[in-house]
């Protein structure tokens, strides 16, 4: 079980959050082209390993809590705020993958 | 060797020495007509119709691991063609006159057995939907049936008509699903493109996609550079990784869903029964197991494990509508991970690049979409343009606004 | 006299002055408490227990522990029945009725054994190639006849009458696994002060020290435990569980646990669960799991009476019983010896110890000097007997006949394979020792470590240093201060002569490797043979490691004949992946208390009962529980509706809308943060007034609509759906946390803070006027369509809103959730004059359809807002989410499916949601079908059946045609006009009363 750690309540179970998918995507300006539009809402990377990503606290503070998790091994790197600017790590995930 | 009853008395009689594998173990060559990239169970349909259908054989099926050890030996077994979209309901429809005949075809026994499928509802408005739902699978030539609540204790009595927390009002139900042996699937499949002369490359991984003038002409692999005048994909739960190496991007997350399979028991549910309220379903298989299922854990994973809470949910779903399993034990589960396109539809597909054809997206439906799948996707590559059953799985749909939206939740295939 | 094969002495587990009565396929016998199924059943010299899958042939206990393959059984009766019940960690109680399985009609005839016969035939994977003539035959004959001889037990076919809890923990370190090494590691962990979870999956501590002859810090094994456990128990910092599995190593260190509370009594205590499942989330974690010994693999080796060596003495030690009066020793390593010299002390007579390894064995001499026979360089070749165990043939590494002794046990130990289960589910791949001939724990992914046996540690005095060095490691990493640690537990050190590998001894016979699933040797040749060469293949090939004990004994065995079929190293052929969970746990504990009526919460709003006095018949919406409708006595369902939806336009009625999601939004920017959710303006919307609104997904499919209010000017409150209410509310944090943080807004929901009811009909203003009259001016100049007033009811803020989803003049009142009650009561008494009535959901559905508006059935995630006629509220003005994606190509195809009404155009007959339009009827099929129908119901107002539907041409191609609303599920196809979806007032006159 994910054990997320929520800059606001502290390590919570996953059971209280919902995840929100890809989080790397910026919402384009208004003006921006329809095929913009289409980048922001289809396409994803859907990395295998570190994968930066929402989950929003529905169960606590309500936040959307960026999280940096590997999707291979689940292993959480960073959390953070909104906001937030959370690098990938260069390393890899804990037990070498 | 072709499996008849003589065959099978006489190697009885002489201690099975004369049992040849099922298939061979051959060195890649340098070059194929076609390189199917994955080894699961709709890569190796694939070939077996390119050689059966199409005369194509020089064809290599190159998997990373040993074949049939993806989605297509860790599902849930279960076939149907009860789907809403015309585009769906005549390709899966396709798919089950495929399983129909499948074992005589390939000689071997699948034990496809076509015991029911039952979708339960429990209000009006769910009503209505399957309705619309049960229709369009008439319409399209489908069978489909509303059950009664008399009709549904008769069929599977263990079903709580007493307590429910959402009482039980009916069932759609499509007799001709079913389930089938899933490992038999991948093999039967990979013994007939065997025969025919396709070579099965294991423990070979894709590196790269070699693209030349805007066409795919080879793959780079674990061993070797191999080339291939057609370069087809068929990697679901990978297809994103794949699709990166030529460079294209996709509407697809990988997520993980579990599959449960309690100790075996004396029959106690005859037919596949859907729970969709409460994220469960559940069949027996012929060894005697229960085998069920709920929805996505719910996040990006390619770990092929789940975690607890979305255990306990599902099995929670199956107390609340069938409490005598409370006893029945647990024995297994595990995960498998699903291409969730973002319409809940696949692609069978040619892409940007010429010569690379795409197969992926198949979110739940993969294992029961295989032979269908292998049917099409054979077509499109031998005549390098889809067949009508697939002219609607495309890329560009997405683009153009034409999605094939069976659950009606959008780019979120997440939400349950 | 509880058994002929019961000692005079010894028994650590059981109680002698306390006899316990008990039957096993109805005969009664009687045990001693402590006992297990099994230990109670060899005692009384029943061997014979079970009934293997495939053969059918007849099986005793391998093991004496939750590892067993074939003494499974069907315990307890009737409700409580449970299949598969291992009798070896069943423990006795008075009265247990236990029966054996998959057998008919006796378990010592069975019909079915006459599978042996066809054995030749039944190899791995027969079936894959037969019972395919003739096709026909498959499903109807041969699947039925499969079936019904497949499967194991019988589960109970009523409700589980038992409950189940769900509990959780945190600790410090976990360590799993009571045997020396978990002991240890307890001990020295908790002399630091962390805090410390000790779990054991027996109903005792000590694992496979042996009783009779280890001795730890200068004390008896047996004292040396208990002494160990009382000092755990004493201290505050350690909590110890007994009959508790971990059978789950789940991500982010969180592992589950099931404590079996009460399956060792015949019914639970009152108010207590039959079992508790524990999700555990450690710091740091212990395994001490030990390991399991493996059987020799040899023909007829699966005769009852064959027993695994270490089980023999286990039910010597713990249960004061022998398996046998003469047993043979069969042995790789030496484990055998230990069970020579436990059997001598007990007083058993041992007739041999063969011992496959030749030249010195140290253990070998101390076995002789008690006078037993041990042959070195012998094997065991073949078992002989009926139903159980009378002599065993010996021979060389070479196959050649040495002699045949009789015996009615043998005990066989073919090596241990330490427990990597746990490991494995954390995706460590194993480690093969080619000098344990075992797999072992490689580098931890998790914050684990292995101790003891299940590390490999063999030897008593390691365990127990690993298990105290591994104890202070936790702490160490966990990041608490180790103190001043205790001194290691100390066993004298037994010099061990490696296992020699005997993975088959020579033979043609039926050498069983998987006992339970009947897998031979054979078999995993003849997988081999026909292409099944990776271990998974062969798994699934020949079902090795598949039975309910997951190949606990098997699995090692079976991947070294692949591995010599393959003529490769072991560690080049790899394992499988053990899956969760370790032993296999009722699927009652996963659900635990979320079954029957607690599996959803059951949500009510605060005049539930308001409407329950007045007979409301409820519908489940979502969680919420709705009125319906309300039948008058006698009255039909279809009568009550007519009548309600009849009676709201003549005079007035009232209904529950408090499931609606209500959201109150503050701030400076909160009606530009409304024109980026909603597809149309709000920034001009007037304080004291609402509006409709539509919001798009960003993919340009409608989301949900409602309608919103401005109360002020930086104060808007917005409703939506019953269905939607959670999902808008998380769509308005992203939108204001991530993608606009720079507005001025806050929101928060008040869907349960605000109870509401619609009043609606041409008397609604007069009932309201009475019921509010000293508070509130509802005149039309006061309060005019689509105005909202704040106003002061019962000393508490209230607020109507005249919207109207019915057509007729209409009124919504909020007031706070607690004064609900209050507030319809009021309007209750209020309305008796005016022909007030209560109406349901199901009217509320007629009168919506018969105004055209939209509902959940027409918002199902796919429609567009031009699809549902709504397409002229999208502003250009302004941009808003969903507006690009909306303007695909495909979003905005004139052949789209738009809303449209129908009419019957028959008198008898009904319409029904979900039926599919087509011209001609008797074309009916996918490529002819033009749309479908959403909702439907009999209109008062229109005198016939109306329907919403979606319609590819919409009204533009269709209006005023003849369609068929063809439904091939009820076998009906009525013809129906296609009409606007205004099928009443269209004009809206009546809104103004």
Known sequence: MHRIDCPWCGERDEVEFQYQGDATKVRPKPDASEDAFFDYTYQRDNPKGWHTEWWHHVGGCRQWVKVVRNTLTHEVHKTGGPQSKLPLPRRKAEGGL | MRYNAFQILKQGLSGHKGWKPMWRDPEPKAEYDVIIIGGGGHGLATAYYLAKEHGITNVAVIEKGWIGGGNVGRNTTIFRSNYMFPANTHFYEKGMKLWEGLEQDFNFNAMVSQRGVINLFHSDPQRDAFARRGNAMRLAGVDAEFLSPDQLKEMVPILDFK?????????????????????????????????????????????????????????????????????????????????????????????????????????????????????????????????????????????????????????????????????????????????????????????????????????????????????????????????????????????????????????????? | MTGINRLSMGGTRINRSKQINFTFDGKSYSGFEGDTLASALLAHGVTLMGRSFKY????????????????????????????????????????????????????????????????????????????MWPAKFWEPIYEKIIRRSAGLGRAAVEADPDTYEHSHAHCDVLVVGAGPAGLAAALSAAHTGA??????????????????????????????????????????????????????????????????????????????????????????????????????????????????????????????????????????????????????????????????????????????????????????QKAHGAHTTSALS?????????????????????????????????????????????????????????????????????????????????????????????????????????PLAVWRCPGNGKAFVDFQNDVTAKDIHLAHQEGFKSVEHAKRYTTLGMATDQGKTSNVTGIALLATARGEAIPDVGTTRFRPPYSPVAIGAFAGHERGMEFQPVRRTAIHECGEKLGAVFVETGQWLRPQYYPKPGEGVMEAIYRESKQVRETAGICDVSTLGKIEIFGEDAGEFLNRLYINGWKMLAPGKARYGLMLREDGYVFDDGTTSRLADDHYFMTTTTANAARVLAHMEHASQVLWPDLDVQFCSATEQWCGVAVAGPNARKILQAAFYDDLDMSDEAL??????????????????????????????????????????????????????????????????????????????????????????????????????????????????????????????????????????????????????????????????????????????????????????????????????????????????
């Open chain 3, 56 to 131: 059918h042939r007849p099986r005793g206990c391998l093991t004496a522990g939750s590892e067993e393959p074939n003494a499974i059984v069907e315990l307890r009766i009737g409700v409580r029945r449970e299949p598969n019940t291992r009798a070896t960690i069943a423990e006795l109680y008075d009265g247990l009725e236990a029966s054996s399985q998959n057998r008919w009609p006796s378990l010592k005839f069975d019909v079915q054994s006459v599978n042996q016969l066809l054995s030749p035939w039944l190899t791995a994977g027969f079936y894959y190639k037969t019972f």
């Open chain 3, 784 to 993: 005019p369509f689509m105005g909202v007033r704040t106003f002061t009811w019962g000393g508490t803020t209230a607020r109507i809103f005249r919207i109207s989803f019915s057509g007729e003049l209409a009124f919504e009142v909020n007031v706070p959730w607690s004064m609900g009650e209050g507030m319809w009561n009021a309007i209750w008494e209020a309305g008796q004059d005016h022909g007030l009535i209560p109406y349901g959901t199901e009217a509320l559905s007629v009168l919506r359809i018969e105004k055209g508006h939209v509902a959940g059935n027409e918002l199902d995630g796919r429609t567009t807002a031009a699809d549902m006629g709504l397409g002229k509220m999208m502003s250009y003005k302004k941009p808003f989410i969903g507006q690009k994606m909306a303007a695909r190509e495909g979003m905005v195809d004139a052949g789209r499916a738009t809303l449209v009404g129908l009419k019957l155009k028959e008198t008898e007959g009904r319409l029904r949601g979900g039926a599919h339009l087509v011209v001609d009827k008797d074309n009916a099929n996918a490529e002819t079908s033009l749309g479908w129908v959403t909702s439907v119901c009999y209109s008062p107002a229109v005198g016939c059946w109306i329907g919403l539907a979606y319609l590819k041409g919409g009204l533009g191609k269709f209006e005023g045609q003849t369609l068929y609303a063809v439904n091939p599920l009820y076998d009906e196809a009525p013809a129906v006009e296609v009409c606007s979806a205004h099928f009443f007032d269209p004009k809206g006159e009546r809104l103004n009363g």
């Open chain 3, 394 to 498: 010996l021979q060389r590494a070479d196959g050649s006949f040495v002699e045949k002794i009789d015996c009615d046990c043998i005990a066989v130990s073919g090596g241990y394979s330490p427990d990597v289960h746990l490991v494995s589910q954390t995706g460590v791949a194993p480690l093969w020792d080619d000098e344990l001939l075992g797999f072992v724990p490689d580098i931890p992914k998790r914050r684990e470590r292995s101790a003891g046996a299940g590390k490999g540690s063999f030897n008593l005095s390691a365990c127990l240093t690993d298990g105290h060095d591994a104890g202070l490691d936790a702490v160490k990493a966990a990041g608490l201060k180790s103190g001043k640690a205790s001194a290691a537990p100390k066993a004298s050190r037994v010099e061990m002569t490696p």
């Open chain 3, 195 to 380: 805090r410390v979870m000790l779990m054991e999956e027996q109903a005792a501590a000590g694992g496979m020290v042996s009783t009779l002859l280890d001795e730890i810090d200068g004390m008896p094994a047996s004292e040396w435990v208990d002494s160990a456990m009382a000092e755990l128990a004493a201290m505050s910092n350690v909590t110890i569980m007994t009959r508790t599995t971990v059978f789950g190593y789940y991500d982010h260190n969180v592992l589950a646990a099931l404590e079996r509370v009460n399956d060792h009594v015949s019914t639970p205590q009152e108010n207590q669960p039959r079992q508790r499942m524990w999700t555990i989330r450690a710091k740091e974690v212990v395994l001490a799991c030990g390991s399991h010994e493996r059987a020799l693999t040899f023909d007829n080796n699966d005769m009852p009476g064959v027993m695994l060596s270490c089980a023999v003495r286990a039910f010597v030690e713990r249960f004061g019983v022998t398996p046998g009066k003469r047993v043979v020793i069969c042995t790789n390593n030496d484990d055998g010896y230990k069970t020579a010299l436990a059997l001598n002390m007990a007083g058993v007579d041992v007739a041999l110890v063969a011992d496959a390894r030749i030249g010195s064995i140290p253990a070998a001499n101390e076995v002789r000097a008690k006078g037993i026979r041990v042959e070195t360089g012998m094997l065991p």
């Open chain 2, 163 to 416: 307590n429910a927390r959402f009482p039980i009002q009916g069932g759609l139900m499509q007799r001709r699903g079913g389930t089938i042996r899933h490992d038999a699937v991948a093999w039967g499949f990979a013994r007939g493109a065997d025969s025919r002369g396709v070579d099965i490359i294991q423990n070979c991984e894709v590196k790269d996609i070699v693209i030349e003038g805007g066409a795919a002409v080879a793959v780079e692999t674990s061993r070797g550079k191999i080339r291939g005048k057609k370069v087809a994909m068929a990697v679901a739960g990978h297809t994103s990784q794949i699709a990166a190496m030529a460079g294209i991007k996709l509407p697809i997350e990988s997520h993980v869903l579990q599959a449960f399979v309690s100790e075996g028991i004396k029959p106690l549910i005859d037919t596949v029964v859907t729970f969709g309220a409460g994220h469960f379903y559940i069949s027996q298989s012929d060894k005697g197991g229960l085998v069920f299922g709920g929805d996505l854990d719910g996040y990006n994973s390619y770990a092929q494990r789940g975690n607890l809470p979305m255990m306990e949910h599902v099995m929670a779903g199956g107390m609340a509508i069938m409490p005598a399993i409370g006893r029945v034990r647990l024995l297994r589960h595990w995960g498998g991970i699903m291409d969730m396109s973002f319409d809940g539809s696949p692609f069978i597909c040619k892409t940007g690049v010429d010569k690379l054809y795409l197969n992926g997206g198949w979110c739940y439906g993969g294992f029961k979409a295989t032979p269908a799948s292998g049917w099409c996707y054979a077509h499109t590559i031998a005549k390098d343009e889809p067949h009508p059953l697939n002219k609607d799985f495309t890329i560009e749909r997405f683009r153009e606004g034409r999605m094939i939206d069976e659950k009606g939740v959008g780019p979120n295939p997440w939400i349950q």
